[in-house]
């Protein structure tokens, strides 16, 4: 059986709307693709091997050139003949919901990977490790499945004519959208829609996906990030209807937002990170009945509310972030506004425990100054040769998410730590001296000694990205705001 048939085969197995009847049609839809020549054996009967094959053939074949983005384009279009329509995997989906949540998300969780929508070979290539800090066990990545991005141009990006075709991303126009140079394949990309807010939105899988069943709910609309009370209420919703799961909202403003902030979207997913599992340092009272609240023993500042009611939790969350957008504190350098421009906002992150809804809200401010040009909260110079970019959503719940570059980088480091012949980059210089300094180094413990120092590394950047600090200046000033949210 060549590598065609098996395809076929896997086509017809699949839940495509193919069916024996249209076998012959759908080996030349591959034909088609491939050529009908010079056929590549697959190295198994993987569907993603069978692919591999296949995209090799039509490389022999002239039928593509050798570009990742051909390869890439070429093998979702593929994968798109196992793939259901996205009406009858819609109706699919929201009929599994009608026995639970769960078996609605683990159907569409698992035909993602099937089809290779969600990458897991590339992202089984990130390095993972935990890190033990005086905020409890982080969890340190190096991402090496999806290239970073730059602050200063995600901001201008923000800023620039939307004119395209699909407009981001993000865009519910993806779905089955072929791809280009530049663009990503989005051939076997499926979105499942629902409702919030009176509103159409779309739920889809990440493709580099950084944590358990990483989700994104997009806004069916085309427009910029915002938080407010309808962020808090959206975010509710999603956890009321799918209660394993977290979701939360990057920011709306650049240096402390995301990487995408000219669509309105949600991260979400199955995965308890290490913020949710800080504890409460003081309860607070803010004067809302059947809300409890509390400052969270984080890095980043961080007030926790829990409750049952939905409209009471509404009232909290709202009022916490509207006094933020307007506070200034400038004995901490906390400004809301200079020349007119907004600087305050959350990042707001839901869950369901029990019966009890729980909403986090991180205040964010995105400053800059002559000593802290990137961010006066943000990564500082001292610690930006581990991290420069963003502190993102899921960085604010204490997931690290490290460029790639640092792979090679600390292999070099490890050299320099036992004095053996290396290409240390010079920024890493200090720390590494920092390093040798405290800790007897061999060869044994080096990468351990390097894992230990990057999480501490770590815990800095969310310390430097957290408005008020752990120290006493710090939670009177956090005092201080509470006091100003109960007062308002």
Request: hydrophobic fraction near 40%; aromatic fraction near 8%; include cysteine.
């Amino acid at each position: 059986m060549t590598t065609v048939d098996q395809f076929v085969q896997a086509v017809l197995a699949s839940p495509s709307p193919y069916t024996g009847l249209d076998q012959i049609y759908v080996h030349n839809r591959i034909l088609a693709l491939v050529g009908d020549d010079n056929p590549v054996t697959a190295v198994d009967d993987q569907l993603t091997s069978l692919t591999d094959a296949l995209v090799q053939t039509a490389l022999t074949n002239g039928k593509i050139e050798d570009t990742p983005s051909d390869r890439d384009i070429l093998a979702d279009q593929l994968m798109d003949l196992v793939t259901p329509l996205p009406s009858a995997l819609n109706q699919t989906f929201w009929n599994k919901y009608q026995t639970s949540p769960q078996a609605a998300t683990d159907y569409f969780y698992h035909l993602s990977k099937a089809n290779d929508y969600i990458k897991t070979r590339a992202i089984a290539k990130n390095v993972v490790f935990p890190a033990t800090t005086d905020f409890g066990d982080l969890e340190i990545t190096i991402n090496l499945s999806k290239p970073e991005k730059d602050p200063k141009a995600i901001a201008a990006a923000r800023n620039q004519p939307q004119d395209g075709y699909p407009l981001c991303q993000l865009c519910m126009e993806n779905e089955g959208y072929l791809g280009r140079l530049g663009y990503p394949a989005r051939s076997n990309h499926r979105i499942i829609r629902l409702t919030l807010g009176g509103e159409t939105w779309g739920f889809q899988y990440s493709p580099y996906a950084y944590f358990n069943e990483h989700s994104i709910f997009l806004d069916q609309v085309h427009r910029p990030m915002v938080i407010n009370r309808q962020t808090f209420s959206n975010l509710l919703e999603i956890v009321k209807q799918f209660p394993h799961y977290f979701v939360g909202s990057n920011a709306d403003l650049p240096i402390v937002g995301g990487s995408m902030l000219s669509h309105e979207h949600y991260q979400g997913g199955r995965h308890v990170f290490p913020m949710m599992k800080a504890p409460i340092a003081r309860q607070l009272d803010l004067g809302i009945a059947g809300v409890e609240a509390g400052i969270v023993k984080w890095p980043m500042s961080t007030i926790r509310l829990t409750s049952t009611d939905q409209v009471a939790l509404l009232d909290a969350a709202t009022k916490i972030h509207n006094v933020w957008m307007n506070y200034s504190d400038e004995s901490v350098d906390v400004r809301a506004y200079t020349d007119n421009v907004r600087h305050h906002t959350t990042t707001p992150l839901a869950r369901k425990v029990g019966d009890q809804y729980v909403l986090d809200l991180v205040l964010r401010d995105n400053q800059t100054s002559k000593q802290y040009p990137d961010g006066i909260f943000h990564p500082h110079q001292d610690v930006q040769h581990i991290k420069k970019e963003n502190i993102g959503l899921i960085e604010v719940m204490g997931r690290a998410i490290l460029p790639a570059r640092l792979k090679t980088e600390l292999q070099e480091v490890a050299k320099y730590l036992l004095g053996r012949h290396n290409q240390m980059v010079a920024m890493h210089q200090p720390w590494a001296d920092a390093i040798k300094a405290k800790t007897d180094i061999t060869a044994d413990n080096v990468d351990a000694v390097i894992d230990r120092e990057v999480g501490q590394v770590f815990a800095r950047v969310l310390a430097d990205a957290g408005v008020f600090k752990w120290d006493a200046a710090g939670e009177a000033a956090f005092n201080r705001f509470v006091a100003a949210v109960k007062a308002d």
